[in-house]
């Protein structure tokens, strides 16, 4: 009479587990999202109105079984908006719902003032704009979220990871009209290990336009995420995804149990030495049964915290605290490089003998979350010599750290302002950081795939290797523009006054030349060995803008000239200098020239021949009411980066 109770129990064990493990696998997850912050709406207006209704409209309509659908909410075009939502394929509408309706809450959180926002979790995403995007394919955006752990045998596990996607194309573009296009396929890797994948469209793209995007999220795996157990690849038209564990709902696989073998009944007398027999056996197997389910289970909550802890933040490149504190020695002294307004910076070493440089954000810094996030989500993904690269992140309680590469000259205040040690910086070197600054600028403002805004250039975040060249650092205040985007407003100045461009400080206006202005003080501070705001009326000039200016229009630029150059300056190279750095401040940005121009200007053996010079910014009386001598070089609060 045992064994039935026993088997009974085990029964209610195994589902207890099994409805444990479907809590977990229907968990919602955001994974990304991204808000054009240049294009902003007027709180309490009828475009914050009419989005709020159309999130509503989002949230009521996600028990459809397509799990798709797009609306849009207005009268007029001042304040249309345009939005859907597509849930995973493999997903119940209940799940659907409920991914739906925490989306449309949490995209107002992320993108509170934004007229363009797309969010995407691990069972859904929504999207908006206040321009029609419906049935209109989208591959501007591409966002990889890579694994962290690598697998066995890359070059034959991208094969047939290539070979599974592509084969599964067709099959989520020819999709009939009103259909899902998605499709979830399976390989066998090495023995007992699958591959699986998942593609999807939004149903309202064509079938070609599919299979573009799809292809497009495929091209991206090979740079983002060769060797790698698993990715996630986002756009706004379609998303892919591959992992070595099951991840989404098997839809193909069989739904009813295989007929049970008919087994002959025993020989009489021999009925009880059989049952002594099966009845270990089915005790054993429900045993082993109730141990897998239960190693499985726990396995898959281990993934998932430890998709949660990783994900929130970028990726694979966290570290944890402990890793980062016996890397610095507990942050002590002697590991401490130096300090600025948004924290400490420390030498540490890796358990690979890296050595790194930790940058500990103070708790009572500026930079929130916000930047902290932007300055990770930036930095990431530029690889320039002429850049500081980051190397990862810590994000524990209230601690916010980020790793990067060491440099090990420090930064260039150390040396130019330091009357011991100007002399190391000889005119070649000068000549050599301001090409390198300039070449890093250019990298930013065009031939990156991203346009960003640095907005905090200045001599403390130049930091300069071995061998002196300059990687310009700090991006905790940059703006990420659109390729073909020119300016951006905001209504929080953020940077350090001096390197501000009047337009900026002003009525908070910022371009590719706000970052123009700032590298021609940085060339005026190079050439003098002074800095901004060390000048006083007895010195000729309010400023050093206005001191080379004055100098400059006498015809004696050559008492700009710092003194420990004097026997080892080029004529002609500091006259070439003078000139772009004076250009670089006219108070239009209209005047100013781009940083493509002046890379051009620099790399000249021969004479340039320039624009006619006027004075700079902040010369005049215009600006009177902001006196550049009593700089401030802790950055002023921004919580506009996101």
């Not at 962290?148 to 290539?162: C, G, T, V």
């Not at 006619?612 to 950055?635: D, F, I, K, R």
Request: hydrophobic share 35%; proline share 5%.
């Amino acid at each position: 009479m045992a064994t039935p109770s026993f088997h009974v129990s085990m029964t209610l064990v195994i589902l207890t587990l099994l409805s444990l493990n479907k809590e977990v696998s229907t968990t919602t997850y955001q994974i990304a999202y991204s808000c054009s912050n240049t294009l902003t709406f007027t709180p309490n207006s009828t475009y914050q109105s009419n989005l709020y209704q159309l999130l509503s409209f989002l949230s009521t309509n996600a028990t459809r079984e397509d799990g798709f659908y797009n609306t849009t909410v207005g009268q007029n075009a001042s304040n249309l908006v345009y939005g859907l939502f597509l849930c995973r394929g493999d997903l119940t509408t209940q799940n659907c719902q409920e991914c739906v309706a925490t989306a449309t809450q949490d995209v107002i959180n992320q993108c509170p003032i934004e007229k363009e926002a797309v969010i995407w979790y691990e069972e859904c995403m929504i999207r908006y704009s206040d321009q029609s995007f419906f049935s209109t394919l989208n591959t501007m955006l591409k966002i990889y979220v890579p694994s962290r752990k690598n697998i066995s045998d890359p070059d034959q596990f991208y094969k047939l990871l290539m070979l599974t996607m592509n084969e599964s194309v067709s099959q989520v573009a020819n999709a009939s009209t009103g259909a899902k296009k998605f499709a979830t396929k399976e390989a066998n890797f090495m023995g007992s290990q699958i591959l699986y994948t998942l593609e999807q469209c939004t149903p309202d793209i064509s079938n070609s336009d599919c299979i573009i995007c799809i292809r497009d999220a495929i091209s991206v795996l090979p740079i983002c995420c060769s060797g790698l157990q698993g990715a996630r690849v986002l756009l706004p038209s379609c998303r892919i995804r591959y992992e070595i564990y099951p991840f989404y709902r098997m839809l193909n696989a069989r739904t009813s149990p295989p007929m049970p073998a008919i087994i002959p009944p025993p020989p009489p007398g021999k009925r009880s030495i059989l049952l002594l027999t099966i009845i270990p056996i089915v005790a054993l197997i429900s045993v082993s049964a109730v141990l897998f389910i239960m190693i499985y289970y726990f396995l898959c909550r281990r993934a998932r915290k430890e998709y949660n802890a990783i994900h929130k933040e970028n990726g694979s490149l966290q570290f944890d605290f402990a890793t980062v504190e016996a890397a610095t020695a507990k942050f002590s002294d002697d590991n401490k490089l130096g300090a600025g307004g948004f924290g400490e910076v420390y030498k540490g070493t890796l358990p690979n003998k890296q050595e790194v440089a930790v940058k500990r954000l103070s708790k009572r810094s500026g930079q929130g979350e916000g930047e902290f996030k932007n300055e990770i989500e930036l930095v990431a993904k530029l690889h320039h010599k002429n850049l500081v690269r980051l190397l990862g992140f810590c994000l524990e309680g209230e601690e916010k750290i980020l790793i990067y590469e060491f440099v090990p000259n420090k930064s260039l205040d150390y040396f130019l302002y330091d009357p011991q040690r100007q002399g190391q910086l000889d005119w070649s070197k000068r000549y050599k950081i301001i090409k390198g600054i300039a070449r890093g600028i250019l990298y930013l403002h065009e031939d990156s795939r991203l346009r960003i805004i640095h907005r905090d250039l200045k001599s403390s975040n130049v930091l300069l290797d071995g061998d002196m060249n300059p990687k310009i650092s700090d991006f905790g205040l940059a703006k990420l523009f659109e390729t073909d985007q020119t300016r951006g407003h905001t209504r929080r100045i953020a940077g350090t006054l001096g390197y501000m461009p009047p337009e900026y400080a002003i009525r908070g206006q910022f371009s590719v030349k706000s970052d123009v202005y700032s590298f021609g003080v940085l060339i005026l501070e190079i050439l003098s060995g002074n800095k901004i705001n060390s000048f006083y009326q007895s010195d000729g000039g309010r400023n050093l803008l206005s001191y080379a200016w004055k100098h400059w229009s006498d015809g004696t630029p050559l008492e700009l000239l710092d003194l420990t150059l004097r026997d080892s300056y080029s004529a002609k190279e500091f006259m070439k200098c003078l000139q772009i750095g004076l250009l670089c401040v006219q108070e239009d940005p209209a005047r100013r020239p781009t940083i493509a121009s002046i890379v051009l200007m620099l790399n000249k053996s021969r004479s340039v021949i320039f624009p006619s010079l006027q004075q700079p910014a902040y010369c005049s009386g215009t600006h009177q009411n902001m006196p550049l001598e009593s700089v401030n070089e802790t950055p002023m609060t921004d919580v506009s980066p996101r």
